[in-house]
């Protein structure tokens, strides 16, 4: 290479950096300000905060509406998380003994709720719901929830599931375990980050869900999102980033322990 | 002890024939190998067997019970898989004592057994460590003593020596044979190296598309072929065009290359047959000094290849064909001599023509 | 190959159901809602009619909207892929903890809510926020911008949101792609650049494909993002649905919307389909 290239390179390489870096920051920028707002020690939801505090988080906890809204939404995420994960299981199973044509055509039928935008699946459950005379309740809110999340459960478990070589369930058979033995021993343990995994992102998805639950959901009661929508248009006060700050701290410990359980290249 | 039979096996996937009426037996004991090139339906026949596979009809029967509608695990049968399927969050130990689980055997006794199994495959020591920690050939020990410690009514192989280096494959081989002798188990071994399964088995199912081409000890799968095929995949072999002119009891007077020999070979030849004359490379040697009156053959040198151990030539007859063989290696030959051939004829063999 | 167990089979029943009973089912009831007359008192009437139909394609207002959904989503798209194209790249080219690091960092804001991010985006362009405090600190503005409630700030917001779908296929099929391929090309002679263009963007093209078709579609649809940043003065599609549903209680009228909606949506996305079939049959694998 001559002189004059390999400047060019550099620069090149330097600017592309420069690039890359820029777009992390607007990637991470909003998350970033709303936590260091919601630290602040003052009045104003700002960024950079006037002095540090935790004192907009006590705000929150003493917001009995905000707390409400919390714990609705992580009881909601808990059962969504658990009947994902069992109804996913189970679909996954089926899967396995299908033909591999079947299997194709189940596989897009079980992430049709990733496929439909969340505004069409919600406008349709709402009058669903009412027609069944379930809407505006707490179980009407719940299997909306069910459904958006389940996909995310199914897809990691079935690539778990797909992971273990199918001799493993053969030796266990040979060996005189029955399919329930089996599966209690060999496919749940093989599984089980897979399991973990898809229950995690089902729960967060639950927790982050807007749409489906402004449509759906119960009267008198409120998830988080809604209640920091609502809140957000009313009063713009560090409080809310106090509980968006609580919800950015949820999620991180969700990405860490799929980090820990199976590592976030092949989680993505 | 168990005696094993194998009756009309079929297996069809859509118009694919994978199985086309296989039959076979084994006697308390008997390790039989089931042998072929990939495809050959080898692989199909064990899996049905084992129950992992359900065929479409015949049967398979121990001590002359029916078991091919009994599900796998009521099978009572070990299976050695060809990468070994070890379960990968259990220990050495629990892999082995995993079948134990699921038969009445008290508690206490497993720890013992465990340890009796890992000693007849010569694995002590490593009872706690995880698969993923063993090499390829600790691995297979592993599973050898996994499927031996339920001290199963048939042991089945399926092509346990494929993943394994070539030092080691001798090696477990010679224990997969002493410790099936030594626990007297049947067992059904699936490979494609003819080597291997002459060296271990007692009986050898030479198998062609879905079919037994040929099922008989190692030595008359080797020496008395039933057909060209047989002969083919189980070591070098020549080959001549012959006509048989009398049959009487398995021995037959035939034309070939223009000459009248006098053969064993396949009894259900009969006089006026178009066949083929089997000639090992080892039933064959060079007479040197040209064609001498033993000589049965003379020919030209179209190629030598100094092995070490042998040398290997090619002649070209003068009546058409090249014969294959074996020459000391301390002999000098060169391509373009002429050379006569010996024929150990009682090492001859004939065969119907089989049309491909 | 083994032989399925039937009962297996039946573990999928509760899935099935589940989505038979609580998504087609509510789908089709949307379609056979749009065909409702309107009620006077209820959300919707006895009788049917397809006047929601003739509303909808014969006012300008709803087909300016549908258009201003389309177009939106289009640039959020367009701006999507640019943007998310280095980082793909640069991600697919790290290794070891660093590619960990990188995930990380993609990944997070995908597990955080949509709200919470366009919330973050008050803050950062308040009038008294960061965004505005450096671009004047940098000399670039003399008085601070107001980007609340514009189009801009909805489109830049929808972007952030999407850029993890885009980035996390194209990422995967990058990986995929042979390095020997760019370095048989770099070998016969051509530059780095048409290098890019000539052979890892083409073959990339497997990733591209569906990031664009999944952000377009999640784009028209996106809801909140222009319910919180862009408040009255940005007008889609979303938000009208939402409104007539919600607000009004006119169920016909709105389901006819989001059907008009979605129709449009999925011609589109069938068309690029198309349109790239041939690329994309090229260079799969």
């Known amino acids: 290479m001559t002189p004059v290239s390999e400047k060019r390179g550099r620069l090149a390489r330097i600017s592309f950096g420069a690039l890359i870096l820029l777009l992390y920051v607007f990637l991470l920028a909003p998350l970033a300000a709303i936590m260091l707002a919601s630290f602040t020690g003052g009045e104003l939801m700002r960024v950079p905060p006037q002095g540090l505090s935790l004192r907009w988080f006590v705000a929150f906890f003493q917001r009995q509406d905000l707390v409400d809204a919390l714990l609705m939404s992580l009881r909601v995420a808990l059962v969504t998380s658990v009947v994902t994960s069992i109804v996913g299981m189970m679909a996954a199973l089926c899967s396995q003994a299908l033909s591999r044509r079947l299997a194709v055509v189940f596989q897009i039928s079980m992430t049709l709720p990733l496929l439909v935008p969340e505004l069409l699946t919600s406008i349709g459950l709402l009058f669903f719901l009412y027609q069944i005379g379930l809407a505006k309740t707490f179980i009407g809110l719940q299997i909306g929830h069910i459904l958006i999340a389940f996909p995310y459960a199914y897809v990691s478990i079935v690539a778990a599931l797909r992971q273990i070589d199918p001799a493993m369930e053969e030796a266990s058979g040979s060996l005189g375990a029955t399919a329930l033995d089996t599966f209690r021993r060999i496919l749940l343990p093989l599984a089980a980050p897979g399991i973990v995994m898809g229950a995690v992102f089902a729960f967060i998805t639950s927790f982050d869900l807007y749409t489906i639950s402004l449509l759906l959901k119960p009267v008198g009661g409120n998830t988080l999102p809604l209640a920091l929508f609502d809140f957000l248009t009313y009063e713009f006060r560090p409080t809310a980033a106090a509980a968006a700050t609580l919800s950015i701290l949820l999620s991180a410990l969700g990405v860490a322990l799929i980090q820990k359980i199976v590592g976030l290249q092949r989680a993505f | 002890m168990a005696k094993v039979k194998v009756k009309s096996l079929t297996k069809r996937y859509g118009a694919v024939t994978a199985l086309d009426g296989v039959t076979l037996d084994a006697e308390s004991g008997e390790l039989i190998s089931l042998l072929g090139p990939s495809g050959c339906g080898k692989s199909t026949t064990l899996r049905c067997v084992a129950g992992f596979l359900s065929p479409d009809s015949g049967d398979i029967s121990v001590n002359d019970q029916s078991i091919v509608s009994t599900p796998s695990n009521r099978r009572d049968f070990g299976v050695v898989f060809q990468n070994y399927a070890l379960f990968p969050h259990m220990t050495v130990a629990q892999n082995v004592g995993y079948g134990l689980l699921f038969r009445k055997i008290p508690k206490s006794e497993h720890g013992p057994r465990i340890e009796n199994a890992l000693r007849m495959v010569r694995l002590t020591g490593l009872a706690d460590r995880l698969p993923k920690a063993l090499s390829g050939g600790q691995q297979q020990r592993v599973a050898l003593a996994r499927a031996l410690v339920i001290e199963p009514r048939l042991l089945l192989l399926d092509e346990p020596l494929a993943n394994l280096d070539a030092r080691l494959r001798d090696e477990v081989r010679w224990l997969i044979r002493e410790v099936q002798q030594q626990s007297g188990t049947t067992a059904f071994y699936v490979t494609h190296d003819q080597a291997e399964a002459m060296a271990i088995s007692d009986k050898v199912a030479v198998m062609k598309s879905g079919k037994v081409a040929q099922f008989a000890t190692p030595r008359d799968i080797y020496q008395r072929p039933s057909e060209r095929y047989v002969a083919d995949f189980t070591g070098e072999a020549n080959f001549l065009a012959a006509r048989v002119l009398d049959a009487s009891a398995g021995r037959f007077r035939i034309e070939v290359a223009g000459q009248t020999l006098d053969v064993p070979g396949v009894a259900s030849l009969k006089a006026g047959d178009t066949a083929e004359l089997l000639l090992r490379p080892e039933s064959l040697s060079l007479d040197m000094d040209g064609a001498s009156p033993r000589s049965l053959f003379t020919g030209v040198v179209s190629k030598a290849a100094f092995l070490g151990a042998s040398q290997h030539c090619e002649i070209s007859l003068g009546t058409g064909g090249v014969l294959k063989l074996a020459a000391p290696p301390n002999t000098s030959i060169a391509a373009g001599e002429q050379v006569g051939i010996s024929v150990a004829l009682e090492h001859a063999w004939l065969m119907p023509e089989v049309k491909p | ?285």
């Open chain 3, 1 to 285: 190959m083994t032989d399925a167990r039937k009962w297996q089979l039946l573990l999928g029943i509760p899935a099935v159901l589940l989505l038979f009973v609580f998504l087609i089912m509510p789908l089709a009831g949307m379609v056979e809602m749009s065909f409702r007359t309107a009620g006077s008192n209820a959300p919707y009437g006895d009788g049917f009619t397809a006047v929601h139909y003739a509303r909808v394609l014969g006012d300008g207002f709803y087909m300016a909207t549908l258009l201003r959904s389309l177009v939106t989503a289009a640039i959020v798209t367009l701006l999507c892929l640019i943007v998310s194209y280095p980082l793909a790249w640069h991600l697919s080219t790290a290794r070891g903890g660093k590619a960990l690091f990188l995930y990380a960092c993609i990944a997070s804001p995908l597990m955080t809510g949509v709200l919470v991010r366009n919330f973050g985006w008050m803050i950062v362009v308040a009038i008294d926020g960061p965004l505005n405090a450096s671009l004047m600190g940098l000399g670039f503005i003399s008085r601070p911008l107001r980007v609340m409630f514009t189009q801009g700030l909805v489109i830049m917001a929808l972007v952030h949101v999407f850029i993890p779908f885009m980035v996390l296929p194209i990422n995967n099929a990058l990986r995929n792609i042979n390095p020997a391929l760019s370095e048989a090309s770099l070998s016969l002679g051509a530059s780095r650049l048409s290098t890019f263009f000539r052979v890892t963007l083409p073959l990339s093209f497997p990733g591209i494909q569906p990031g664009v078709i999944l952000v377009f579609v999640l784009s028209v649809a996106a809801y909140v993002t222009p319910a919180l940043l862009g408040g009255q003065m940005v007008n889609l599609m979303p938000t009208l649905i939402i409104r007539e549903l919600t607000g009004t209680f006119a169920w016909p009228f709105g389901s006819t919307l989001a059907i008009v909606m979605s129709i449009a949506t999925l011609s589109i996305v069938v068309a690029f389909s198309l349109l790239t079939a041939r690329l994309m049959e090229r260079v799969r694998a």
